[in-house]
Structure formats: C-alpha cells, structure tokens
C-alpha cells in the first residue's frame, strides 16, 4: 500500500512545520502565562488573544482549513492520508490545531454540516466555522447512561408542528465553554419506537436558544481546559424550526459514523505528535542526569524503554496511515476496522510512552513545569472519547469473526 503524500501534501508539510518553528513552539510560555493571567484575574473563559494573533497569520500564509477534503467552501482541505502527517505536527501543542481553524470539534461538526447539512444550514454555520468567526460543541453523552451505547442516549427531540422541542441533559460537552461557540450538534432520540439504530437524530441547536443552561465545567483529570471547556449543559422545552434538523428523522447514527471516522484519524495522529514530543523530552532527560555513578541513560531498564517507545510509535504511525489511506480510497465503512484498530493501538502507544517519560522526568514529569502531565490526562482520556477501548474491541472481533460465517455453518 502507498503512503506516500502528494506533492501538495509534502509542501504544506514543510510550511506547516516551519510555521509551528517560528510562531507556535516558542510562544507555548507566553500562552501558559495568558492562561495563568486570565486565571489569576478571575475569567479564565475568554478567547486567547495570542492564538487570534497566530490564527491571523497562518491564514495569511495558507494555512489555514486543512483538515476538510473534497469540500468546495474549503477548497484547501487535504486527503486524510496527506492531512494525516500535518496532524501530528499540531499534536506536539495542546492548543496549536486552533491555530489553524483545526480543532476539534469544529473539525468533525464542519465535517458534519459539509457532509449532510441543508444549504441553508451550511451558510448559516458551516460558512462562519470555516472562517474562524464562531466555534461550535457536540452534544451527544449524558451523564445519566452508558453512553458507550449510544441507543441508550435519552435526550428526547420531539416535533411539534413546525418546530423540534428538546429536553435532556448533555455533558464533556466540549467547546461549549468557549463564548464564541454559537451551535450545538444535538444527538437525542425522536422515534422511540422505531428500530434501535433509527430512533436518534441530529439536531442544529443555537447554543443562546432559550431553556438551554449550562450547569458546570467539567473537569478532565484536575483541567477544566478553559476557555474551551467540557461543560453540563441542560436543555429544558428547547424549541428550533424543523429545519434544524440534519438530513432527516433517525438518521443520528448515520451522521455519528460518517463524523467520527475523520475524526478518530484526526485524534490519534495528534496523539501521536504528543507520544513524539514525550520521547524527545525522555531522550534528553535521561542523557542529562546522573544516579549512583553514572548516566541515567546507561541503564538498561531506560535504553529498553527507549527503544520500545520507539516501536510503538512507528507501528501506531503505519496504522494509522493505513486507515488513512483507505478511507480515501475504500471509504469509511470499508475502512471501520483499521479506524476501530487505531483508535485502540495509537492510545495505547502514547500512553505508555508518556508514562515512561514521566518516569523518566521524576517528580517534574508530575508538575505544572512540564507538557507531560497534561499530555498524560489527554491521552489517557482519548481511550473514553469517541467510544472506549472495549467498544472498539467488540467491533474489531465481531468484523473478524464475519469472515468465517459460512465456515461455521
């Protein structure tokens, strides 16, 4: 199978990674000092005035709406598989794919509305998104079910006459926090007795629509990551034309598989600049630092886990090319197994990675001082979003077991 990238897709590599040389790597201590500023001065939830600054400039120089193909309101989106490696890039710094307009959820919500919006609603919300004035939230998990299930969701849209009423409870809501969010994604149930996979729907929700609240923050491992946030958001008789629908009653799930692919590539190739970052940071640690007479390095325990590291960072990388380039050529559906394969192996990679570099870094790797901690609460947290580990497992091992049907029989 080719992996390699186009000839488009290896220049905007080039531009993208000197552009994160020059502007983004080396502003990361200014933006923790802006976060600790706006914290400090008791309004953490306001835009990042250094980001608009980057943002400004890496649309001046092209960079900007990578991540979306074959869309004509974003004619500069590339191929997953050319997207792929750009993605990594970005990983390295949490906040960095904002920088971009590439920052989930925007990413799968534009895709959502690229895909299966009205035109109406494409010029309503997908125009603004693309163009970085608005930002947006996806509310699908609820605090009150195994949401892993996602036939279990209870958010109930009703249609009543020309209008859908909404009423349930949504949390890790992400990027509701955000005063420039302005629309929720809404998955609840509107047929509930149609045929498990055809009761829910999608839903176009203002996010200042009367009867919605937003209860709280969530925290993810001690982060509230504000100004993005995670939030609890209540819906309460929530009323919005019928034309907020998207693309038709019971066709949530439909929309759920066709976001969640790009987005689970998007997450793990991320992940994977993350997993990069952290080896780095072990490498450079473990050479700089003596115990009981010698390098630290030396020690065969840190020269194996540098290697292993190493292994699994490569072999997540293919992976998740791999599932790339097959939703380019296959589509999603064909591709679902490598998508649930890498959304369970790159994960698993990082996470060990990182563990190893917190080690490595001693009480430091633990402290505010260092990427790791954060990085850590991250990656182990991507093992729940987009559907957990052992939901991937059970569709990883029902497709393979599909294979020997009619063995069996």
Sequence with gaps: MDLSLSPRGRELERRLRDFLQRRVWPSEAAHADETAGARA????????????????????????NLF?????????????????????????????????????????????LA?????????????????????????????????????????????????????GRKWYASGAGDPRCAVF??????????DRHQRHSMILVPADAPGITIERAMDVYGYDDAPHGHMQVALENV?????????????????????????????????IGLGERALEAMCRRLASRHAFGRAVVE???????????????????????????????????AARTEIAMIKVIAPQAVEQVIDWAVQAHGAAGVSQDSFLARAWAHTRTLRLADGPDEVHHETIARLELGKYRTEAR
């Design 41 to 64: 001065a008791g309004d953490p939830w306001q835009p990042s005035p250094l980001i608009a600054q980057l943002q400004a400039e890496a649309r001046a120089e092209g960079l900007w």
């Design 239 to 271: 009323r919005v034309p019928a034309s907020s629908l998207l693309l038709g009653e019971g066709r949530g799930f439909e929309i759920a598989q066709g976001r969640l692919g790009p987005g689970r590539i998007h997450h793990c190739m991320r992940a």
């Design 185 to 194: 994604i809404v998955m609840g149930i509107s047929s509930p007795d149609a």
């Design 115 to 167: 895909r299966y919006g009205s035109q109406e609603q494409q010029a309503r919300w997908l125009d603004p998104l693309l163009d970085g004035r608005i930002r947006s939230a996806f509310l699908m998990t609820e605090p009150d079910v195994a949401s892993s299930d996602a036939t279990n969701l209870q958010c109930a849209i009703r249609r009543d006459g020309d209008d859908y009423v909404i009423d």
């Design 299 to 333: 020690y065969s325990v840190w020269r194996e886990r540098i290697a292993r590291s190493r292994c699994l960072l490569d072999q997540a990388r293919l992976m998740v090319m791999r599932a790339a380039r097959m939703m380019d050529t296959v589509g999603n559906k």
């Design 68 to 112: 979306l193909p074959d869309s004509p309101r974003a004619p500069e989106g590339l191929s997953n598989l050319d997207y792929a490696p750009l993605c990594e890039l970005m990983g390295r710094v949490y906040w960095s794919p904002e920088v971009f307009n590439c920052a989930a959820p925007d990413t799968g919500n534009m895709e959502v």
